[in-house]
Nanobody, 126 residues
Framework: QVRLVESGGGLVQAGGSLRLSCAASGRTFSSYVMGWFRQTPGKERAVLAIIYSSNSSTSYADSVKGRFTISRDNAKNMVYLQMVSLKPEDTAVYYC???????????????????WGKGTLVTVSS
């Protein structure tokens, strides 16, 4: 069982930066593939970034590639999403998720994730 708690959301101007954090419980955190997703009203939750336990492989959605960076600290049971050059269309609720399912990094979808946080709201003003 893994419990995930996101933090770091807030209001930021377009072009600004934010770093989201996800604190995970559980002694086997390092075994999990972690991901960040986001959802806006009326739209499906979508994957943004995936990171394997060893940090050796990451994957990003095209919409955030080059602007967002996922990282993890297994010693602290933490996952981060550094976001730069934020745009108004990045406004969404951002979710941290975990899974033991092993897939190609670019193939992960919402249905592949076993555990979810409650989300943190990011609002980017124009």
């Amino acid at each position: 069982q893994v419990r995930l708690v996101e933090s770091g959301g807030g209001l930021v101007q377009a072009g600004g930066s934010l770093r989201l954090s996800c604190a995970a419980s559980g002694r086997t955190f390092s075994s999990y593939v972690m991901g960040w997703f986001r959802q806006t009203p009326g739209k499906e939750r979508a994957v943004l970034a995936i990171i394997y336990s060893s940090n050796s492989s990451t994957s990003y959605a095209d919409s955030v590639k080059g602007r967002f960076t996922i990282s993890r600290d297994n010693a602290k049971n933490m996952v981060y999403l550094q976001m730069v050059s934020l745009k108004p269309e990045d406004t969404a609720v951002y979710y941290c998720a975990a899974t033991l399912r092993v897939r190609s990094a670019s193939d992960y979808r919402v249905g592949d994730m076993n555990y979810w946080g409650k989300g943190t709201l990011v609002t980017v003003s124009s």
